[in-house]
């Protein structure tokens, strides 16, 4: 607690003179309150009541090309201000029934509960398919921070046109992978973003002699649910396993994801081949204007006051960087910034520590800079991507597979 103190105070351009003589005792205890309880808001985490989707919400999104999401860890930065627009109006809406929460997207009606912190997914349905989960899939667990990971099994029963029946099942895993900064198409810079990566395999077993949808809950019934090994063991198996994987990025104050990529592709033998990939960007402009969203607007507040407080008088550079590497084109593609001026190098070496590539060592602004690297002529293995900056290293594996 003494260097948390010691660090928002000295970090916030006091002085040990200033702290003396700021006022009485009950005027400096009160200051130090306030700037631990912001410090400690800034601490990015999702919960039921900020996140959670309501009825009434709708939302736009845009769906724009895909982008790759890059590296995990922390101080991770997202650069998407110059992603092209694939579609300007993609809609969002919810509403609440007897039973469950209903989401609509892309003429699909989705079926949630919330359970305790758990978001969960009852199913969906549209104008060809229908699907139900006698045992939920897990969307969201509130409260969720970096490095929590949840896991585990949904199985159900589906039918396309009403006509031939099978059964649905498959694994889920959901693990918040990465923090920092977000760069926005309209040039602001979001902070405290949280990254969540879900990886969901999902599998469809038909089921014959089935008429209806009664039929099939009873057969289900009398042959008893998928156990955990049992789904595991199908979907390492099967021949027709589907893997979705979903990045999220959120914002603290904004209540639906900034970012959102997802590929899906068949897996198998642990391994997917892409098949479809996409992104969307949610306009946190938009979601200033939800209906209901006073906690999410208070949180907004706060972080603005932190923000114009607390400038630092540290010495220290602050460096976020990212990389992303596309299928097997032999091209590292990535992008850094810096809060100060700095002198920067960047390289490529083996894991042994030779050299294979050297930038030249630049002075530049404070800024975010992007460049890449072709390495194709390296034989197939993993090298080092390491940035230089006034002096301090920093070093990221990149994977030659071609």
């Given at each position: ?118 978001l969960l997914s009852n199913g969906y349905e549209n104008n060809n398919t229908k699907v139900s989960y006698i045992r939920p899939c897990l969307i969201m667990k509130y409260i969720t921070k970096l490095g929590d990971m949840q896991s585990g099994y949904f199985d159900g029963c589906g039918n396309y046109c009403g006509k031939t ?217 993993v090298y080092l991507l390491t940035f230089i900056v006034n002096g301090k290293a920093y070093t990221e594996k990149i994977y030659k597979k071609g």
């Amino acid at each position: 607690m003494k260097d948390l103190i010691y660090k928002l105070l000295f970090g916030s351009g006091y002085s040990l003179f200033t702290v003396c003589h700021i006022g009485n005792k009950r005027t400096v205890f009160m200051q130090l309150l306030l700037l631990i309880t912001v410090s400690a808001s800034a601490q990015e985490h999702l919960q039921a009541n900020l996140n959670m989707f309501r009825s009434g919400d709708e939302v736009l999104k845009q769906q724009i090309e895909y982008k790759t999401p890059g590296r995990s860890g922390e101080d991770v930065l997202w650069d998407i201000s110059r992603m092209k627009i694939v579609n300007k109006k993609y809609k969002l809406a919810y509403i609440n029934t007897a039973n469950n929460i209903v989401g609509t997207e892309h003429n699909t009606m989705y079926y949630y509960t919330l359970r305790n912190d758990s978001l969960l997914s009852n199913g969906y349905e549209n104008n060809n398919t229908k699907v139900s989960y006698i045992r939920p899939c897990l969307i969201m667990k509130y409260i969720t921070k970096l490095g929590d990971m949840q896991s585990g099994y949904f199985d159900g029963c589906g039918n396309y046109c009403g006509k031939t029946f099978f059964r649905s099942y498959g694994s889920y895993k959901l693990n918040a992978d990465a923090n920092g900064l977000l760069i926005l198409p309209e040039g602001d810079t979001l902070k405290n973003v949280l990254r969540i990566h879900t990886i969901k395999l999902v599998s469809e077993q038909p089921i014959k002699g089935v008429g209806s949808e009664l039929a099939m809950r009873a057969l289900l019934d009398s042959i008893g649910r998928y156990t955990n090994d049992s789904i595991s063991i199908h979907l390492s198996r099967d021949s027709n396993v589907i893997a979705i994987n979903t990045y999220q990025w959120y914002a603290m104050g904004y209540r639906y994801p900034v970012f959102e990529s997802t590929t899906t592709g068949r897996y198998k033998n642990g391994k997917q081949s892409e098949q479809y990939t996409t992104s969307y960007y949610y306009p946190p402009s938009e979601q200033k204007y939800l209906v209901d969203d006073l906690d999410n607007r208070k949180v907004r507040d706060s972080l603005a006051r932190y923000d114009n407080g607390s400038s630092g008088t540290s010495p220290d550079v602050k460096f976020i960087y990212n990389v992303h590497q596309y299928g097997t084109d032999g091209k590292v593609n990535f992008e850094y910034y810096t809060d100060k001026p700095a002198t920067i190098s960047y390289g490529i070496y083996t894991t042994s520590g030779i050299t294979l590539y050297q930038s030249g060592s630049q002075r530049q602004d404070a800024g975010t800079y992007q460049g890449m690297i072709d390495i194709n002529q390296y034989r197939r293995g993993v090298y080092l991507l390491t940035f230089i900056v006034n002096g301090k290293a920093y070093t990221e594996k990149i994977y030659k597979k071609g």
